[in-house]
Every structure is written in C-alpha cells, then in structure tokens.
C-alpha cells in the first residue's frame, strides 16, 4: 500500500522513494507525492530520477506511476519531482471549485453538483438547477470576498454518523469506508474531498467565471472559470473586448448590453420585413411557357431557405417547373419539377453548380444545393435555366 504524500502534505512536491513493485511501464513506490486525480482533478506529471511520469493512476491502495523506457528495478531508491507549477494551478483550481459552489449554492440553494473539470486547459462545473449571470455575478463577488479574507483551509476526518456531516457537502452513497475527510474553508464551507487544496484561500489570487453554457443532459449548466495569473490575464483580455465591442456599436460599456439587445431586434424587425418582402416577390413571379408548361425562375437577394423551398414546392404543385436562388454570403439554388415532368433535377442542379465549385442533391424532381460564394450566381442560374428548359423540351408529355 503506497503512503501518500499529498494528503499528509500537498505542499511536498520533492521526494525520495523506494520502488516496491514493478508491472512493466508502471512503478508502484512505498511513498508517493504524486496525486493520482479524482474528483475531477487531473493526475500530477512530473519525473522519477529525471524520467517523465506520464501517467498517474490508484489501484486499490496503491499508486502507480507510468514511466516509458524506465530501467528501475524492485529495491531503487528514485527521487521524484512534482511538476509544481502545473500542480498549483490545479490545487487553486480545485480549491477556487469549492469556493465557487459553495457561493454559487448560496445564491441558488436548489443547486446540485453534476460534474467537475480541473485541468491544465480546462477549469469548470456542471450543475442542475437555475442560474442566470447576475446570480454567477454574485457568486463570483463573494469568493473574491472569501479570497481576500485570507480563509485557511484545513481538513477534519469524522466519523459516518458524525453530527458534524449535517453541515457539510457530502454525498453518503460515494463514501465507503468509515470515516470521511472533510475540507473546511474558513467557516463557510465544509465537503468531503479525498484531493489536494491550497492552505489559505489568499493563494488563489483571484477567481474569474469566463463561461456560463448549457450543458448535456439537456437543463444542465457548465461554469467554466480561471484562476490566479490565468484568471488576471482573461480579466484585462474581456474587459477591452468589451471596450472595443462598445466602441464599435457607438456605446459605452455600462450600455452595451442595451445597445446590443437594440441592434439584436432591429435585425429581427428586418429579417421579418425582408421575409414580407421576399414572399411578395415570389408571388408576383411571372412564368415562361416552355413546351406548354410553366417554368418559374428567379434570384433574390438575402432570401432565407425556408421561403424559397416552400415556394418551389407550392409551384411545382402544377404541372409546373422552378428554378430559383438566393444570394447572400453564399449561393442557393433549388430547382424542381411536377413528377410528370421527366427532367432530372439532380443533374441539373449540379452541372450548374459545378461550374462555381458548388454541389447539391435532392430527389430527382426537387434538388437543392449550393456554392460557398455568390460569385457566379447568375452565371449558375443561367446555366440551370438552360438545362431546365433543354430537358423540359425534351420531356415527352
Ligand atoms: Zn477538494
């Protein structure tokens, strides 16, 4: 059973040890310092007399250490090194965890913990219930608050049936043995956690939420956030994004989430208008007689896809043909036919398409498709008029 430093001691980030077992890449030691992650933290990297540890991982009591192309034998002392910066960052990271939903359970008590990230690339939490920015807002004030009251954080190990747990953050069912270690910071929180934390809130520095997405299943929420140097430097990042941001829509930042929700419904008001619009154009579509059948074409302009497939589809209801397109950033082109017309409007569709470097498909009387720029747009239309009309002139009904 390996003795494990971390708990005893997370700041021990340089030790000696024996190696007891060895099953191929993987070392078992007597003593460790190398804490193989759980709740959500991620294992230590670090060296074993100057070879990379790569992996951490607990079995049973003991932890082992993958060390590709190692030479060590059952009886070698090894010096071990904790790759201490990473390490700190997730010790603050997984402490500033804490913090975090302690606060956050504060402002929303019907809360629950789904899920946590402590990574080098990634920090966050999953929880279910309800939450908005202003209640992250909050959260997020009290554990700088905390931060800067310089909170020490210590453990206690109780018993199952302690009186103490009834205060505490701990889920009975994940718990298996006897007796459970609690994390108490300062006297605002109190989890069970068997990982490794800073000694004083002070050493995280500083806590900024960077993210508030939902989250699978469905009604979850992930809070991503950074911490100490990492969270300084994303702080001066977003607040001149939010500068710039401000200056190019003519605001000030304390307006600019109203200059946005303005903008944001004037480019509604105009979809809408241009949807109005768009649908009274394809109403007022005269069409050509080709062979004594109708054939509808047209190109518009910012048409969404919606309103130019519904429209084809309304046309070719008759013993009728269409080819139509909208332009935007990119070109659509959707072009279909009554079933009594024999035309093929898959091949039609991309022999006019190809020449743009675009591509589509469909059935063979309704295809729809596109190419990624508009240039070429009309020379596409015209190409797929032609070959419409080619083939509806050759259509033998
Ligand atoms: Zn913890």
Redesign the pocket.
């Known amino acids: 059973m390996t003795e494990c430093l971390y708990q005893r001691d997370p700041e021990c980030h340089r030790f000696e040890s024996m190696v007891v077992e060895v099953r191929g890449e993987w070392l078992v030691l007597d003593r460790t310092a190398f804490y193989p992650g759980g709740?959500g933290?991620e294992p230590d990297r670090g060296t074993l007399s100057g070879m990379a540890v790569v992996e951490v991982r607990k079995d049973d009591g003991n932890i082992l250490h993958k060390v590709p192309g190692h030479r060590f034998s059952v009886g070698d002392t090894v010096h071990g090194e904790i790759d201490w910066t990473r390490r700190c960052d997730l010790m603050k990271g997984?402490?500033g965890?804490?913090l975090l939903f302690s606060c956050l359970s504060r402002v929303s008590p019907e809360l629950k913990l789904v899920k946590i990230a402590i990574t080098s690339e990634k920090k966050s939490v999953i929880v279910g219930g309800e939450l908005d920015w202003d209640r992250v807002a909050l959260a997020e004030r009290q554990v700088m608050d905390a931060i800067a009251q310089e909170l020490p954080i210590t453990e206690r190990i109780v018993g199952r049936d302690d009186p103490y747990l009834t205060e505490a953050r701990v889920k009975m069912e994940r718990i298996h043995g006897e007796s459970i270690r609690i994390?108490e910071i300062g006297d605002m929180d109190r989890?069970a956690?068997?990982?490794?934390?800073v000694s004083n809130t002070r050493e995280i520095g500083m806590l900024l939420v960077t993210g508030l997405t939902s989250a699978r299943p469905v009604g979850d929420l992930e809070i991503e956030f950074e911490v100490g140097d990492r969270a300084k430097a994303r702080a001066s990042e977003l607040a001149i994004m939010s500068l710039r941001a401000a200056e190019a829509l003519g605001s000030t930042p304390n307006d600019l989430l109203g200059a946005l929700g303005n903008m944001i419904g004037e480019r509604e008001r105009t979809a809408v208008a241009l949807r109005r619009y768009g649908a009274r154009a394809l109403e007022d579509l005269v069409p050509s007689d080709i062979n004594g059948i109708k054939l509808y074409s047209g190109i518009f302009e910012s048409m969404d896809k919606k309103t130019v497939t519904e429209a084809a589809t309304r046309f070719v209801r008759d013993r009728a043909a269409c080819v139509l397109g909208t332009v935007s950033d990119r070109f659509m082109l959707v072009v279909a036919c009554n079933p009594s017309i024999r035309v093929n409007c898959v091949e039609v569709l991309n022999k006019a398409l190809e020449r743009i470097g675009g591509r589509g498909g469909g059935k063979a009387n309704f295809a729809t498709g596109g190419a990624p720029m508009s240039v070429g747009a009309e020379e596409a239309m015209v190409a797929a008029i032609a070959a419409m009309t080619d083939g509806m002139m050759g259509s033998d009904i």
């Open positions: 709740g933290q997984h402490t965890e804490h994390i989890a956690c068997s990982g490794v934390h």
